[in-house]
């Protein structure tokens, strides 16, 4: 294991242990080769009081990925019955349903940086629907999409204030928001 990934490990114990952020990422800042990276690492774990709000919302969240992964396994198995090449079934069952079960994973561990992914995906799903679906089921799916980028939006907000869209928040003084 390198200096800098067993730095990363120790500094992501100490974070999950209770320790305070900021002291964590000076004491380890010298250690890694980007401190982006070591920033990253601790701003990904949840305090350890997590708002009440804050977990409502993740099980909403954890509830509508479960049940859209779910939906997506029904639609995948329809896709059988229609003769789909076994090539672009293998790459439909891979982006259809392992995509939705690392997101799910991610909601499960707190990981900080999947809840800006969520809406980002959504996006992509949203914009699918729209080229590929009949505009009566768009428009479900868009709703659907919807809900769930407004809720792993929320839960960044509320659990995870110091991440932004691409990475850790600055503070105006050029340090990292931990």
């Known amino acids: 294991m390198s200096a800098t990934s067993q730095a990363l490990k120790q500094a992501r114990e100490e974070v999950r242990a209770g320790g305070d952020r900021q002291a964590i990422y000076l004491k380890y800042r010298d250690q890694v080769s980007k401190p982006l990276k070591l920033a990253t690492v601790i701003a990904n774990i949840p305090p350890p009081s997590i708002p009440a709000s804050g977990r409502i919302l993740n099980i909403a969240l954890l509830v509508l990925l479960v049940l859209g992964a ?13 003769g789909v090449p076994p090539t672009a079934m293998f790459m439909i069952v891979l982006l259809g ?76 003084a050029g340090g990292y928001h931990l």
């Not at 839960?155 to 204030?161: E, T």
């Open 70 to 82: 779910i939906l997506k396994m029904f639609g995948i198995v329809a896709l059988l019955g229609e």
């Open 97 to 172: 349903l392992i995509i939705p079960v690392v997101l799910i994973i991610g909601v499960i561990k707190w990981e900080g940086q999947i809840y800006a992914l969520i809406p980002i995906l959504c996006g992509l799903g949203i914009l699918r629907a729209w080229m590929k679906s009949p505009p009566l089921e768009a428009a479900f799916d868009t709703a659907f999409l919807i809900v769930i980028a407004v809720l792993a939006f929320a839960v960044k907000r509320v659990v995870f204030p110091q991440l932004g869209w691409f990475g850790v928040r600055k503070n105006p």
